[in-house]
């Protein structure tokens, strides 16, 4: 079992920048990949934000998010960080991380651990 907790979301000024934290339990965190999600007000559906293999070697962001966010892993803390630069009002979401069994992916559905989310919201 993987218990995952988001923290550091907040209410932001367009051009501001937040951290978020991705708090895994468990001896095998550190030997899964992570991904952000979001998931935006009005009924749209949970996108991909960014992924980070096991060892932080190897990273993959949406084209959205490129150059502005940066996704990084502390594994003797057993936490992942979303670095968020640049913000813009599009990216007021709901931010998740999730973790899985396997290798990198960017699907939402093959992951097997969701954290409870954090709220980002980016005033214009």
């Known amino acids: 079992q993987v218990l995952l907790v988001e923290a550091g979301g907040g209410l932001v000024q367009a051009g501001g920048s937040l951290r978020l934290s991705c708090i895994g339990s468990?001896?095998?965190?550190?030997?899964?990949?992570v991904g952000w999600f979001r998931q935006a007000p009005g009924g749209k559906e949970r996108e991909f934000v960014a992924?980070?293999?096991?060892?932080?070697?190897?990273?993959n962001y949406t084209d959205s998010v490129k150059g502005r966010f940066t996704i990084s892993r502390d594994n003797a803390r057993n936490t992942v960080y979303l670095q968020m630069n640049s913000l813009k009002p599009e990216d007021t979401a709901v931010y998740y991380c999730a973790a899985r069994f396997g290798g990198v992916v960017l699907t939402p559905n093959r992951y097997d651990y969701w954290g409870q989310g954090t709220q980002v919201t980016v005033s214009s």
């Open positions: 468990g001896l095998t965190f550190r030997n899964l990949p």
């Open positions: 992924v980070i293999n096991t060892n932080g070697g190897s990273t």
